[in-house]
């Protein structure tokens, strides 16, 4: 890494942490607690507005989630809420049932040029999403990552479909705990103002971001079994595979995809990060007067109280 690419890599990560110390300093120097009431009080929600009394729910793609529709209780509570929905969920009939507010999809191949000339899995899925997208005819903001914003698969929609809404977030994360300039109040601070954000090692870690910065108060997550360690393999060849398997799927044959760039190793570490996460947004979002209920049953999911919709 040359010199000036080491500054400014260096200097973006630790400015925003040196400025919260300096905050502190501030305060005890000084007294100024506006400043940091200021800071405090600054939320990016990204020009979305929400009702605080009114309950949001984050739809994941496990394939139990298809049975979890099914239920009366369940789809009465989902009637009365606020939708999130993800990847490829408009490829289900539910999609237009539910008539979802926020579709989120933050998985960097969807501004991959590359991936989407030649990768036919990639290509089939964006283009299958895109085609549903276009026949919306309810208001829907769908959430991208920042990095997206110059191109991806779904940017021309707006211009022949007005009900649609791009709105783009800032998914960078840092350890923000073994950086310099470090305070616990930090970490949640610069997640509220989306300079961070947890690590986004799968999009329901995003939604439930999202969700909370925008303002929910009760957040329910549903179709989040998060046991791809059950369908993870290495073949004859050394070469690790996941049975990859949602609820928008036609059929339920085995989905084997291979991930030449990884081993086992990375895998876990990848899928313990995805836990961490849980646990951060855990905590910020009693930070943030927030609460968050798995309501999917089974889950590997141990960070968030359990509830079960069907009985409410």
């Known amino acids: 890494m040359g010199f ?47 009702n605080a009394n009114r309950n949001c729910v984050v739809l994941g793609n496990a394939p139990l989630i298809k049975n979890e529709l099914k239920n009366e209780h369940i789809k009465k509570f989902l ?33 991959d040029k590359e991936a989407n000339k030649n990768d036919e899995y990639l290509i089939k899925l964006n283009q299958s999403v895109k085609s549903v997208i276009e026949k919306v005819d309810w208001k829907l903001n769908i959430i991208l990552p920042e990095i997206a914003r110059d191109w991806n698969v779904l940017m021309d929609i707006p211009k022949s479909n007005p009900n649609i809404n791009l709105i783009y977030i800032n998914t960078r994360h840092i350890d923000i705990n073994s950086t310099p300039f470090y305070h616990a109040g930090h970490k949640n601070l610069l997640y509220k103002i989306n300079m961070y954000s947890p690590k986004v090692q799968t999009v329901l870690v995003g939604c439930l971001y999202f969700a909370i910065n925008v303002g929910y108060k009760s957040i ?8 791809w360690f059950k369908y993870i393999g290495v ?17 339920d044959k085995e989905n084997r995809r291979y991930l030449p760039d990884m081993t086992i190793a990375e895998e876990l570490q990848a899928e313990v990060s995805v836990f961490k996460s849980y646990e951060d ?10 609460k968050i209920y798995n309501a999917t049953n089974p889950s590997a999911i141990d960070a968030f109280e359990r509830i079960d919709l069907s009985k409410l």
């Open 220 to 227: 329910y997550l549903m179709g989040a079994e998060n046991s």
């Open 4 to 50: 000036c690419k080491f500054i400014k890599k260096t200097s973006r990560d630790i400015l925003p942490l040196f400025l919260c110390r300096e905050v502190d300093k501030l305060e005890k120097v000084f007294k100024v607690r506006k400043l940091k009431n200021m800071a405090a009080n600054f939320t990016q929600n990204w020009g979305v507005s929400c």
């Open 281 to 290: 947004l855990e905590d910020y979002s009693k930070y943030m007067g927030a």
């Open 235 to 251: 073949d004859e060849n050394n070469q690790l595979y996941i049975n990859d398997k949602h609820c928008y799927d036609k059929d």
């Open 79 to 111: 009637n009365n809420a606020d939708v999130i929905c993800v990847n490829g969920f408009p490829l289900m009939r539910n999609f237009f049932e539910l008539k979802p507010k926020y579709y989120i999809y933050l998985d960097p191949a969807i501004c």
